[in-house]
């Protein structure tokens, strides 16, 4: 199931998985399994329940911590989204008086798989979150991580105390102001300059792809769904002609599934990891301006002759950290191209191959049953 | 409704058959005359008790889009779909035994100037389907009701009812179905052009290149669909609406029926009055009266019972012909509906095999990457 990144959970020092969840109403828990080496843990293996909320709040923690400004900071996982299945199965309700019992039953079958292919996705997700933080030298060492994996109380105390702290704050500004400064700033190296005009082009084209490869897998989805009350109709009249098209409907529905999964949110998955790459550029940008505010401030000092070791301080301090911001970024830019590369490649092939082997599988069947037809008698 | 079709349909007629002038020959027709050749056929009393097939619907919306001479390709669809709906019909015509002796359908099918069709306005304003149901409400509205000994024919009437309930289900079914595939190849066309673009962003050469190939691979997928859903709505909608009609003519065989044994009915009701006036009148003993009242009473009491015997004969032999048409009716659609699931699974098997393809020659470029 663990596709849309590679590479993850190698590291035997520490390894994290989501070997389950638990779906009630509106909130999904999940339990996160860590597996540890390391002598910071308190133990070698153990496991704690969470909610989404505490994913996003040790995702928003990192954003927030001034070390961690040169990384490109994992996307965070997002809201599970019951909507569709938990929709249908309203219709499904609504529906129940005029269908017979076999109807209705293979009907809520169908959801409860439907609901199922969800969960499994967001389980994936959050699951992906936690393997990249573990598997980058500087982030497993997070301090909240830690905590996030092992303490083993209720964290919504602490995240309640976040939010007070940030208000999110830093979130507004940063999506309302990033491309302006990204875009105007003076870039002095070249391989930031290139990487600049490719991500904030690239990430553009992603997300309409990612859109419409949305709008595709919805349609594919409901056209399986249609197939599916042809065929309780066709169980009335054709006989085995229904038997055909149930098998062809189950075939159909994995392919979108499978679409769904390699295609869809691989370029949903990139389009996050674009932009948390454009976040990077964004807070590097801004450590840039901060250091030519800070020489103007020098200069302006050096005129008045008024507190200059202050301003000569603050300049160094600027270059400093933009230095450190530059060369850090560098390394996560070149990384993350071939993290990319990677990727596609083993989702496109393995998309392919289900693709074919679907195919196969349909073709075969179809096959079959029309030579029964053929021999049937008038 | 008067456009110029022509119905590319060449009617090759074998020696066996000398009735026709030649072998293959054609004739240009238009949509009210098919329509004039259902009015035709279906009044005529020699034929009571035969499925005469009906004819395609009349379509408003997509006639006026034709004459307007826009040349999008739902217009196109529109005028092949009709196209193929009358090629199914009179088809259907002529391999009816009896409807293919008729001189009105060889007329049809020779004759290069017809005089053109009136009366049709029946079938083009009500369309068939209300035509056949006003009928069949007449028949239910009379007030003598009939007790068979034989159930075949209520039995059958019953089933005849059921089918029709169910097609017209299944036909909304596909429509939907249709509709559905339709929106995935408008969706699966806008994506595979975003995917393009995608491909001439993305910087790592080979990746580029993939991504290229997913954009075609993609618009190949969206022609796949298209080619489905005409597959779904060409083969199967349609055999379905034909179907539908064809219920409803089978209908209108059992309401002839009816009509028949009530004309016989009345016309015994009929005949036991005027006996019960020659009764009264043997009673009456006016003798000087009497001879010559005796023999017109008797004469209109003869006529009477001549009509009666007539109905009861013509009652008889539409029952027969109902039955025999019935069977062979349940036999052709069996033939048809075989003929066009292996049609349309036979699209479906040339499809998964293209998709096969075109997924096989992208692997090697998904692999490539580096």
């Given amino acids: 199931m663990r596709s849309v990144s590679v590479d993850l959970n190698n590291d035997a020092s520490l390894l994290i998985d989501i070997p389950d969840a638990l779906c009630e109403r509106d909130k999904v828990k999940f339990t996160v399994h860590t597996k540890t080496t390391l002598s910071t843990f308190q133990k070698p293996e153990f496991s704690v329940p969470r909610q989404h909320e505490d994913f996003i709040w040790l995702h928003d923690t990192l954003v927030e911590t001034e070390d961690y400004a040169g990384l490109i900071i994992p996307p965070a996982p997002p809201k599970p989204d019951f909507e569709s299945p938990r929709e249908k199965m309203h219709k499904l309700g609504e529906g129940e008086a005029t269908m017979t019992k076999e109807e209705y039953a293979k009907m809520k079958q169908e959801l409860e798989a439907e609901y199922l292919a969800v969960f499994k996705k967001t389980v994936q997700v959050h699951e992906i979150f936690l393997q990249r933080l573990s598997s980058h030298p500087m982030l497993s060492k997070d301090r909240n991580f830690q905590i996030f994996l092992e303490y083993d109380q209720d964290l919504s105390v602490r995240r309640k105390n976040a939010k007070e702290m940030f208000g999110g704050f830093f979130k507004n500004m940063v999506k309302s102001a990033d491309e302006v400064l990204i875009s105007g700033i003076k870039e002095v190296d070249d391989f930031f300059e290139q990487e600049k005009t490719f991500l904030l082009d690239y990430y553009s084209k992603i997300k309409d792809s990612t859109a419409k490869a949305e709008k595709m897998t919805r349609s594919h989805k409901s056209t399986t769904w249609n197939f599916f009350y042809l065929f309780i109709f066709l169980t009335l009249k054709l006989g085995k002609l229904s038997d055909l098209f149930e098998k062809l409907r189950k075939v159909e529905g994995r392919v979108a599934s499978d679409q769904e999964l390699k295609l869809t949110e691989l370029l949903r998955y990139y389009m996050r990891d674009i932009q948390a790459a454009k976040d990077l550029l964004y807070r590097r940008a801004r450590a840039l301006a901060d250091y030519e505010n800070s020489n103007k401030a020098l200069d302006k000092a050096r005129l008045k002759s008024k507190d200059i070791p202050q301003a000569e301080e603050h300049q160094q301090q600027c270059l400093h950290k933009f230095d450190k911001l530059s060369e850090s970024g560098k390394r996560e830019l070149t990384g993350f191209k071939g993290r990319r590369v990677v990727a596609f490649r083993k989702n496109l092939i393995e998309m392919a191959e289900l693709e074919i082997k679907h195919a196969k599988v349909s073709n075969i069947m179809t096959g079959s049953h029309a030579e029964r037809t053929h021999t049937l008698l008038d | 409704f008067d456009v110029d079709v022509a119905v590319t349909n060449p009617e090759k007629v074998g020696n066996s058959l000398p009735m026709f002038r030649s072998k293959t020959f054609s004739v240009r027709r238009r949509f009210s005359d098919f329509l004039g050749l259902y009015e035709k056929l279906s009044v005529k009393q020699s034929l009571h008790g035969c499925i005469v097939p009906p004819p395609p619907e009349k379509s408003v919306v997509g006639m006026t889009k034709v004459k307007v001479g826009m040349d999008d ?56 389907l209300k035509m056949i149901n006003k009928a069949s409400d007449a028949v239910n509205k009379m007030t003598i009701k009939m007790n068979e000994s034989d159930t075949w024919f209520e039995d059958k009437f019953q089933e005849v009812e059921n089918e029709e309930q169910q097609l017209r289900k299944l036909h909304a079914l596909v429509d939907s179905l249709v509709n559905h595939r339709k929106e995935l190849c408008g969706n699966t066309a806008v994506f595979a052009k975003s995917m393009a673009m995608l491909g001439n962003s993305e910087d790592n050469t080979a990746l580029s290149r993939a991504l290229s190939q997913l954009a075609e691979v993609e618009d190949k997928m969206e022609q796949l669909h298209q080619e489905q859903a005409a597959s779904d709505f060409f083969i199967f909608a349609e055999l379905l609406a034909d179907y539908i009609r064809l219920l409803g003519a089978v209908r209108g065989c059992f309401d002839q029926r009816m009509r028949a044994w009530q004309r016989w009915q009345e016309a015994q009701s009929t ?76 699209a479906m098997l040339q499809s998964q095999q293209r998709l096969i393809k075109f997924w096989e020659a992208f692997l090697p470029e998904a692999k490539a990457i580096a």
């Fill in chain 2, 271 to 346: 005949l036991q009055k005027k006996r019960e006036a020659e009764a009264k009148l043997l009673w009456a003993n006016k003798p000087e009266k009497l001879q010559q009242a005796k023999e017109e009473i008797t004469e209109v009491t003869k006529a009477w019972e001549a009509r009666v015997t007539q109905y009861e004969r013509d009652f008889d032999r539409i029952g027969m012909t109902v039955r025999k048409e019935v069977l062979r009716f349940e036999k052709e659609k069996a033939k048809d509906f075989k003929s066009q699931i292996i049609k349309y699974l036979e």
């Fill in chain 2, 73 to 128: 390709p739902s217009s196109v669809e529109f005028v092949e779909r009709r196209r193929a709906a009358l090629e199914r019909y009179i088809q259907r015509v002529v391999s009816h035994p009896s409807l293919l002796q008729d001189p009105d359908v060889r007329e049809f099918l020779e004759r290069d100037d017809l005089p053109r069709a009136v009366n049709t306005q029946a079938l083009s304003g009500a369309g068939f």
